[in-house]
């Protein structure tokens, strides 16, 4: 399991992230860094723009309870397998959100910021495309659900194993090449 108790709440409620952020370091003297993502409701989506489409009034975001927060925690305790975490803290706001309200928080504490950028960019990556929520915008043109972006799930496959051993180990990648000569 973990060597720490995340903190990884679901709710309506809206927070202060510097708040999130203080907690995760307080009284904390092992932690050299500590990298966070703050995922912001825009007043436009990149696919209703090229469709034409009116600006983003409102977002409504659902999720699965329970299941959700599992999911999340799922995905840190695979993050601590990858890199030496000392802390991680989620927060994913649900209901209905407008332009420039904070949808999503994520911290992680490491002894060294390599493991902090990377958990960081891991778990937002993952919870974009795998935890259970379900996302409607609301346009002056009415209402439709979100699907998944391509450039989403792409930035999550880059995760895999083999991309992994290539975008660290690159000499590792030009080796194999090399051998299939």
Same mark, same amino acid.
């Given at each position: 399991?973990?060597?720490?108790?995340?903190?990884?709440?679901?709710?309506?409620?809206?927070?202060? !992230?510097?708040?999130?952020?203080?907690?995760?370091?307080?009284?904390?003297?092992?932690?050299?860094?500590?990298?966070?993502?703050?995922?912001?409701?825009?007043?436009?989506?990149?696919?209703?723009?090229?469709?034409?489409?009116?600006?983003?009034?409102?977002?409504?975001?659902?999720?699965?309870?329970?299941?959700?927060?599992?999911?999340?925690?799922?995905?840190?305790?695979?993050?601590?397998?990858?890199?030496?975490?000392?802390?991680?803290?989620?927060?994913?706001?649900?209901?209905?959100?407008?332009?420039?309200?904070?949808?999503?928080?994520?911290?992680?504490?490491? !002894?060294?910021?390599?493991?902090?950028?990377? !958990?960081?960019?891991?778990?937002?990556?993952?919870?974009?495309?795998?935890?259970?929520?379900?996302?409607?915008?609301?346009?002056?043109?009415?209402?439709?659900?979100?699907?998944?972006?391509?450039?989403?799930? !792409?930035?999550?496959?880059?995760? =895999?194993?083999?991309?992994?051993?290539?975008?660290?180990?690159?000499?590792?990648?030009?080796? =194999?090449?090399?051998?299939?000569?």
């Amino acid at each position: 399991m973990l060597p720490f108790e995340p903190t990884i709440r679901i709710q309506h409620k809206a927070f202060d !992230a510097g708040k999130e952020l203080h907690n995760l370091r307080a009284r904390r003297t092992d932690i050299g860094a500590v990298a966070s993502f703050e995922g912001i409701c825009r007043d436009h989506n990149t696919a209703t723009l090229q469709q034409g489409k009116h600006s983003v009034e409102a977002m409504e975001l659902e999720h699965y309870p329970g299941m959700t927060e599992q999911s999340i925690l799922r995905l840190v305790v695979e993050a601590q397998q990858r890199w030496p975490l000392q802390a991680a803290t989620v927060i994913h706001r649900i209901g209905v959100l407008q332009p420039g309200d904070l949808i999503v928080f994520v911290a992680v504490a490491s !002894a060294h910021r390599h493991a902090a950028f990377e !958990a960081c960019a891991f778990l937002m990556d993952h919870i974009k495309t795998q935890a259970p929520f379900w996302k409607k915008e609301t346009t002056s043109q009415g209402m439709q659900w979100v699907d998944a972006h391509e450039a989403d799930v !792409a930035a999550m496959d880059r995760w =895999s194993i083999q991309a992994a051993s290539k975008r660290l180990l690159p000499e590792l990648d030009i080796a =194999s090449k090399q051998n299939q000569k």
